[in-house]
């Protein structure tokens, strides 16, 4: 059997699930014009291995096959299949693109590594020239596969047209972090065949139970991507694909360095992200937020909560689109009095989740969550109490950033002072007015850089050796 073969029963296919009103359409219909798109570029001389590749591309898509048909028969099927399945059975009115990235993910994270199993022997593993000429076949399938995302964009906006502003807006996003997502899954793919074709040396008790891994990997991470809520900002968290645990990272196609962490961003173990910064920049960025915050100016308060968390904490551009969005979320419920402290910590939870994946610190997202809206509340408490105390609150911050930077309260007391007076001036804006042209936002701004600068000297001056000498 050829790809053409494989065009042909996957054309027939289509038309059944058409005709059954089966979700499962949107992924089948994306997977075949992908497949036709292949057959062009193979027919067209794209490839240094033709023939390789129509192996690789027919065991590829016959692992599909094969689950689909098991499904339809109602026979067991690998997990990240059944979690997608079981999601177009009981979610048909899922989003068409949510249906077509669970199946993307379970087709290219559980079915490719073991394709290019099938495909590619031990010794061709072990041979430079097999691996190079495989390489460059896998990358010119990268490029078809991204000529198609605007596409395939438009066919799913011809089932769902955009309605929101922020569907129109977030369509250019898509595509660039669709075609970010490919790239990623090659290097994970290729980790994982890696990985499984150590264990296929040991013998098949061995090939078997890895395996057996990468199914429960691949299936919890389709069954993350059914929960409600922004799936590509999920995406973006906690990357596209998984990764076998086992020995040193491998040199993926492309030339790449296989990453420990989701999302394709730096992972820069022990924060050493968190302690580098520059405090005018901050300050000003912060008194941006404030500023828009008090004005319920949400959209403003997005932007400079993108560049607030891009610059103070160094996460890669999709993870700070996460974060900011956090963040938004976690201030809006806070806002009205009383508001909901609990959802406020939830998004704070998650937002230093991020930063646990990108730096390998805070080590207790939940705690640092807590100590957030810790000194959120002691701020709220201060600003209505006439004549109280500042103290509270410098200690609530303290607190927070001795946890941040694993230092002691006493070392950036200094700087929550700072920013507690910062707030003093913002609280004097508040009840003035909230004039835009107010000289108190020149204050607030100076309050604010003198935490930072605080801040800045207290991390590096009491951070751990392992920190102050990489």
Same mark, same amino acid.
């Given at each position: 059997m050829g790809i053409d073969d494989v065009i042909e029963r996957m054309t027939?296919? +289509?038309? @059944? /699930?058409r005709q059954d009103g089966d979700a499962r359409l949107a992924f089948h219909a994306t997977y075949l014009r992908?497949?036709?798109a292949v057959a062009a570029a193979m027919r067209a001389g794209a490839f240094k291995d033709t023939d390789w590749v129509d192996r690789w591309d027919v065991a590829f898509a016959q692992l599909y096959l094969d689950a689909l048909d098991a499904s339809r028969r109602g026979d067991p099927v690998p997990e990240p299949w059944a979690v997608a399945f079981g999601a177009a059975a009981a979610? #048909?009115?899922l989003p068409a693109v949510r249906h077509v990235l669970l199946g993307m993910n379970a087709h290219i994270n559980y079915d490719l590594p073991q394709a290019l199993l099938a495909v590619i022997s031990d010794a061709e593993f072990q041979d430079p020239a097999v691996c190079a000429c495989r390489e460059a076949d896998h990358r010119k399938i990268d490029e078809v596969l991204a000529v198609q995302v605007a596409a395939e964009d438009a066919e799913l906006q011809q089932l769902e047209p955009a309605t929101t502003w922020q569907d129109r807006a977030l369509q250019p996003v898509n595509r660039l972090a669709t075609r970010r997502f490919l790239r990623e899954s090659r290097a994970k793919v290729w980790a994982n065949a890696l990985e499984l074709n150590k264990a296929r040396k040991a013998g098949p008790e061995a090939y078997h139970s890895r395996l057996a891994q990468l199914e429960k990997l691949c299936g919890r991470r389709v069954a993350d991507l059914v929960r409600p809520g922004p799936v590509l900002l999920r995406l973006a968290a906690g990357g596209f694909g998984v990764r076998l645990s086992g020995g040193r990272p491998q040199a993926a196609p492309g030339g790449g360095r296989t990453s420990t962490g989701g999302g394709g961003g730096h992972t820069s173990k022990g924060g050493a992200g968190l302690r580098s910064f520059d405090p005018v920049k901050l300050g000003s960025l912060e008194t941006e937020l404030w500023v828009t915050y008090y004005r319920r100016q949400w959209v403003r308060f997005l932007v400079a909560s993108l560049r607030m968390v891009h610059g103070t904490f160094g996460m890669n551009w999709l993870r700070t689109c996460h974060g900011a969005w956090l963040v938004l979320r976690a201030n809006q419920l806070w806002a009205p009095k009383p508001g909901d402290p609990d959802g406020a910590r939830r998004c704070m939870t998650r937002f230093y989740a991020l930063l646990l994946l990108t730096h390998g $610190? #805070?080590?207790?997202? =939940?705690r640092a969550a807590r100590l957030e809206v810790d000194w959120w509340a002691a701020h709220r408490e201060h600003q209505?109490? =006439?004549g109280s105390g500042d103290g509270p609150l410098v200690t609530a911050l303290a607190r927070l950033y001795a946890h941040l930077y694993n230092t002691d309260e +006493? +070392?950036?007391r200094p700087a929550a002072q700072h920013r507690a007076r910062a707030m003093d001036i913002s609280d004097r804006w508040v009840t003035g007015g909230? $004039? #835009?042209?107010?000289?108190?936002? =020149?204050? @607030?701004?100076? @309050? /604010?850089i003198r935490c930072y600068t605080a801040l800045l000297a207290a991390v590096h001056r009491l951070a751990p050796l392992s920190h102050r000498l990489r």
């Amino acid at each position: 059997m050829g790809i053409d073969d494989v065009i042909e029963r996957m054309t027939v296919l +289509a038309g @059944e /699930l058409r005709q059954d009103g089966d979700a499962r359409l949107a992924f089948h219909a994306t997977y075949l014009r992908t497949t036709r798109a292949v057959a062009a570029a193979m027919r067209a001389g794209a490839f240094k291995d033709t023939d390789w590749v129509d192996r690789w591309d027919v065991a590829f898509a016959q692992l599909y096959l094969d689950a689909l048909d098991a499904s339809r028969r109602g026979d067991p099927v690998p997990e990240p299949w059944a979690v997608a399945f079981g999601a177009a059975a009981a979610r #048909p009115d899922l989003p068409a693109v949510r249906h077509v990235l669970l199946g993307m993910n379970a087709h290219i994270n559980y079915d490719l590594p073991q394709a290019l199993l099938a495909v590619i022997s031990d010794a061709e593993f072990q041979d430079p020239a097999v691996c190079a000429c495989r390489e460059a076949d896998h990358r010119k399938i990268d490029e078809v596969l991204a000529v198609q995302v605007a596409a395939e964009d438009a066919e799913l906006q011809q089932l769902e047209p955009a309605t929101t502003w922020q569907d129109r807006a977030l369509q250019p996003v898509n595509r660039l972090a669709t075609r970010r997502f490919l790239r990623e899954s090659r290097a994970k793919v290729w980790a994982n065949a890696l990985e499984l074709n150590k264990a296929r040396k040991a013998g098949p008790e061995a090939y078997h139970s890895r395996l057996a891994q990468l199914e429960k990997l691949c299936g919890r991470r389709v069954a993350d991507l059914v929960r409600p809520g922004p799936v590509l900002l999920r995406l973006a968290a906690g990357g596209f694909g998984v990764r076998l645990s086992g020995g040193r990272p491998q040199a993926a196609p492309g030339g790449g360095r296989t990453s420990t962490g989701g999302g394709g961003g730096h992972t820069s173990k022990g924060g050493a992200g968190l302690r580098s910064f520059d405090p005018v920049k901050l300050g000003s960025l912060e008194t941006e937020l404030w500023v828009t915050y008090y004005r319920r100016q949400w959209v403003r308060f997005l932007v400079a909560s993108l560049r607030m968390v891009h610059g103070t904490f160094g996460m890669n551009w999709l993870r700070t689109c996460h974060g900011a969005w956090l963040v938004l979320r976690a201030n809006q419920l806070w806002a009205p009095k009383p508001g909901d402290p609990d959802g406020a910590r939830r998004c704070m939870t998650r937002f230093y989740a991020l930063l646990l994946l990108t730096h390998g $610190e #805070p080590a207790d997202p =939940a705690r640092a969550a807590r100590l957030e809206v810790d000194w959120w509340a002691a701020h709220r408490e201060h600003q209505y109490a =006439a004549g109280s105390g500042d103290g509270p609150l410098v200690t609530a911050l303290a607190r927070l950033y001795a946890h941040l930077y694993n230092t002691d309260e +006493a +070392a950036v007391r200094p700087a929550a002072q700072h920013r507690a007076r910062a707030m003093d001036i913002s609280d004097r804006w508040v009840t003035g007015g909230r $004039e #835009p042209g107010s000289p108190l936002i =020149a204050e @607030e701004r100076g @309050e /604010l850089i003198r935490c930072y600068t605080a801040l800045l000297a207290a991390v590096h001056r009491l951070a751990p050796l392992s920190h102050r000498l990489r």
